[in-house]
Every structure is written in structure tokens, then in C-alpha cells.
């Protein structure tokens, strides 16, 4: 980590509304230091406990809830069983490749979303996430 990188999960988090303790800005720090990404909740704790924050699974659990609901990551759920968070909150969409359990971004410019229903009254569509499923070719 570099000196400026705690600073910079500091004034992330305050943007967001977030008070910036040692735990959020540890987590932060290692969420947003590779650039867009996504992961799950296990891999970041996993992430953690390598460079020695210790945290437990269910703050590291907690953190990207927080983060989600101040708008600084998205939650991606393409499988019942596993939740991605994604550093990337731009219009976007992603390709699963099924098997690796490897999420990838699509360019929100590569697909054109035309039909979309009327939201119920009161409400608005917030946006759109289209998981396009890959796989290898079977021989």
C-alpha cells in the first residue's frame, strides 16, 4: 500500500456518508486498490486476512452492505448461492463465464435494451443488469 491509499478510502468513504473507521478504510483500501472489480464477500475477507487486517467474515459481510447502501459499490447477483459486489456503480453489464465463477464488465454501449415495461406507479426502473452465461464449447 502506498501513503496516499489510506487517504484516499478516507475521503471515499466520507463522500459516501460514511464515518471512516480503521475497519471500513482497511477494506476499502483493498476493495478499491485494483481497480474495478468484483468479488465476493468470501475473497475479500480472504484478501484481508493475507495483508493482516483482522477482521471477521461477518464485518467484512457488514462493510460491503454499508458500501453498497452509500453507493459506492453494486451488489451482482448472478447466482442464488454467491453475491458479487462491483467497485464499477457505471451503466454496465457483465458475462459470467459458469464453471470458473469469473464475472466480466460489458460495455453498457455493446448492448441495446429497447421494451422496457412501465414501472408501477410511484416507483422508477433504477437500472438494468443484464448476465449474459458463458461457458467453453463442447468438442
Known amino acids: 500500500m502506498t501513503a496516499t491509499a489510506p ?3 478516507e475521503m471515499r468513504l466520507r463522500r459516501s456518508g460514511l464515518r471512516p473507521t480503521r475497519q471500513r478504510i482497511a477494506l476499502a483500501d483493498l ?3 485494483k481497480g474495478d472489480r468484483h468479488l465476493t464477500v468470501e475473497e475479500l475477507h480472504e484478501e484481508a486476512v493475507a495483508a493482516g487486517v483482522p477482521v471477521s467474515l ?3 459481510y457488514n462493510t ?3 458500501f453498497t447502501e452509500a453507493g459506492m459499490i453494486r451488489v451482482l447477483a448472478v447466482e442464488s448461492a454467491r453475491t458479487y ?3 464499477n456503480v457505471s451503466d454496465h453489464h ?3 463465464v459458469e464453471g470458473r465463477n469469473e464475472v466480466l464488465d460489458i460495455p453498457v454501449s455493446n448492448i441495446t435494451i429497447g421494451n422496457l415495461p412501465d ?3 410511484g416507483m422508477e426502473i433504477a ?3 443484464v448476465v449474459i452465461r458463458l461457458r467453453p464449447k463442447q468438442a
Open 64 to 66: 460491503l452492505h454499508q
Open 94 to 96: 457483465h458475462f459470467f
Open 119 to 121: 414501472a408501477p406507479e
Open 58 to 60: 461477518a464485518t467484512v
Open 31 to 33: 476493495l478499491f486498490a
Open 85 to 87: 459486489f462491483d467497485t
Open 7 to 9: 487517504a484516499t478510502a
Open 127 to 129: 437500472h438494468v443488469d
